[in-house]
T-cell receptor, first 114, second 114 residues
């Protein structure tokens, strides 16, 4: 069964450093999303992406965050200058052209900012 | 404001007993409704979804959920729980008008006693 994959599974970084989280969507999926879950809190929407542009973003997704599809397959989330409060589990999700309402999630990347 | 509530943070159930997890939402119209399960160290796996039509939907792993418009609820049920059902369960809602971003409940952690 096809699935969304994410790398790395864990990342530890120093405050102020840049991190890039990577996601490989299910083949032929065209809708992409990032969510995060701070420990003990709800899963929160960050951004949705379609046709090489952001469809919607939350207020969390400020200028420190960016997304792109650098090679037409991977989907990345970049945090330019990490803060302590960016520590969280980051989930990528993807959706198919004909069923965009259904989102399939990857296993997540646990980011720890020290 | 739009919200999703899962009133039970923890539920403990004996193996073989029935399980019901509650989910209530607060939205102006009927959203898309989902249940996801997260096993330890795993991502969010889609159990089932409701878009329209029959209000009782069947999912994977023997789960079902019933949409009740009058109660703004989408409760998840399983007639006989297996030890492998121990996990955290998340209710989520989405809106086409909101770009299909998902809003999640806080989750219910299910413990299964032998």
């Amino acid at each position: 069964e096809p699935e969304v994959t994410q790398t790395p599974s864990h990342q530890v970084t120093q405050m102020g450093q840049e991190v890039i989280l990577r996601c490989v969507p299910i083949s032929n999926h065209l809708y992409f999303y990032w969510y995060r879950q701070i420990l003990g809190q709800k899963v929160e929407f960050l951004v949705s992406f379609y046709n090489n542009e952001i469809s919607e973003k939350s207020e969390i997704f400020d200028d420190q965050f960016s997304v792109e599809r650098p090679d037409g397959s991977n989907f990345t989330l970049k945090i330019r200058s990490t803060k302590l409060e960016d520590s969280a589990m980051y989930f990528c999700a993807t959706g198919a052209q004909l069923d965009r309402e259904t989102q399939y999630f990857g296993p997540g990347t646990r980011l720890l900012v020290l | 404001a739009q919200s999703v509530t899962q009133p039970d943070i923890h539920i403990t159930v004996s193996e073989g007993a029935s399980l019901e997890l509650r989910c209530n939402y607060s939205y102006g119209a009927t959203p898309y409704l989902f249940w996801y399960v997260q096993s330890p160290g795993q991502g969010l796996q889609l159990l089932l979804k409701y878009f329209s039509g029959d209000t009782l939907v069947q999912g994977i792993k023997g789960f079902e959920a019933e949409f009740k418009r009058s109660q703004s609820s989408f409760n998840l049920r399983k007639p006989s729980v297996h030890w492998s059902d121990a996990a955290e369960y998340f209710c989520a809602v989405g809106f086409k008008a909101a770009g299909n971003k998902l809003t999640f409940g806080g989750g219910t952690r299910v413990l299964v006693k032998p």
